[in-house]
């Protein structure tokens, strides 16, 4: 939702990735900044408005990004998005970074207008398609965010380390990023970001994926 600078660089890295992808925007002149060569569909209405979303195909989306210009219109679309429509990967762009643990604790992750890359986007909408968000001078060991299953949460941190033997860098809640302890356990809206081997990563994702597998 929102095809000013931001959505349209998104929907266009998206469909790069050979996503299928739709456009909502109120003014329909915005869709001119997809360029000629974008192949998605473009829809005209309110991207909170239930049957917009459903002309934009919200029933088979497998993720939605609300970066519209109001904070407000945002976070609206985003709880239709993941309350009513069950959308399981939403992320809404905020401006005023205040709100970021009002928008947390409702479990939808935010990015802060003033830290926006697409990079980051892209990240918390397509989990199984994480970019390295930093690397070593020989590009074999990662910094980078991973999707953990529902099942995870309130499992200590050091059981994810654990079971895919990354380390947790550190982990971002309500907005902030904290280094891990010994006794922190993951909570909703927690974002992991993890230490691996690049050529491990695949594996480290497969496992958070999926709930963790109980020990006798």
């Known amino acids: ?28 002149s915005a869709f001119t900044r997809l360029g000629p060569g974008f192949e998605g569909r ?8 239930r049957d917009t979303l459903l002309e934009a195909g919200i029933k088979q ?7 519209s210009s109001g904070d407000n219109s945002n ?3 985003a709880r239709v998005a993941r309350e009513t429509f069950g959308v399981e990967h939403v992320v809404a762009r905020i401006y005023d970074p205040g709100r970021a643990e009002i928008y947390q604790r409702l479990g939808i992750p935010t990015v ?17 398609g994480h970019l390295p968000e930093l690397t070593d001078p020989s590009g074999k060991i990662v910094v980078a965010e991973v ?11 050091s059981a994810i380390e654990a079971a895919t033997g990354t380390r947790v860098a550190y982990y971002t809640r309500l907005g902030e990023g904290l280094l891990p302890k010994t006794e922190t356990i993951l909570q909703e809206g927690d974002l992991i970001h993890v230490v691996a081997n690049r050529d491990a990563m695949a594996d480290v994702e497969r496992i958070l994926d999926a709930a963790p597998v109980p020990t006798e």
Not at 114 to 128: A, E, F, G, I
């Open 1 to 28: 939702m929102g095809c000013g600078r931001v959505g349209a660089s998104l929907a266009r890295a998206l469909e790069r990735r050979d996503h299928d992808v739709a456009v909502i925007d109120q003014d329909d």
């Open 42 to 49: 473009t829809v005209t209405g309110i991207g909170f408005d």
């Open 61 to 67: 989306a497998y993720a939605f990004a609300a970066v």
């Open 75 to 77: 976070i609206l679309a």
């Open 112 to 128: 802060a207008t003033v830290k926006w890359t697409s990079d980051q986007m892209l990240r918390r909408l397509l989990p199984q």
């Open 147 to 157: 999707a953990v299953d529902p099942a995870w949460i309130g499992q200590p941190l």
